[in-house]
Nanobody, 119 residues
Framework: QVQLVESGGGLVQPGGSLRLSCAAS????????MGWYRQAPGKQRELVAR???????NYADSVKGRFTISRDNAKNTVNLQMNSLKPEDTAVYYC?????????????WGQGTQVTVSS
């Protein structure tokens, strides 16, 4: 079992920045992908950014050039630097971890952290 603990959400003005962090409760010596999803009121949860154990990244088109995902293997954390924030970035952001084996994928979620972009 893995627990994911998120931090860094809050209220920021348009154009501002926030940094989200997600810490896994233990080291994972498997092929993984770790990232962030978000869910705004009345909308489906969507991928924001994701990074694999091989270092490959992918981003939602809406955040490319503004958000950067990074990973600290020594601390079992993944970070999301969010710049030039817009009101439409307002959502609950969830940390996600997928652990891949030959036969299955196990998925874990954090509890979510609120990001509000408003003047």
């Amino acid at each position: 079992q893995v627990q994911l603990v998120e931090s860094g959400g809050g209220l920021v003005q348009p154009g501002g920045s926030l940094r989200l962090s997600c810490a896994a409760s233990r080291s994972i010596f498997s092929l993984i992908a770790m990232g962030w999803y978000r869910q705004a009121p009345g909308k489906q949860r969507e991928l924001v950014a994701r990074i694999t154990s091989g270092g490959n990244t992918n981003y939602a088109d809406s955040v490319k050039g503004r958000f950067t995902i990074s990973r600290d293997n020594a601390k079992n954390t993944v970070n999301l630097q969010m710049n030039s924030l817009k009101p439409e970035d307002t959502a609950v952001y969830y940390c996600n971890l997928d652990i891949f084996t030959v036969h299955s994928t196990t998925t874990y979620w954090g509890q979510g952290t609120q990001v509000t972009v408003s003047s």
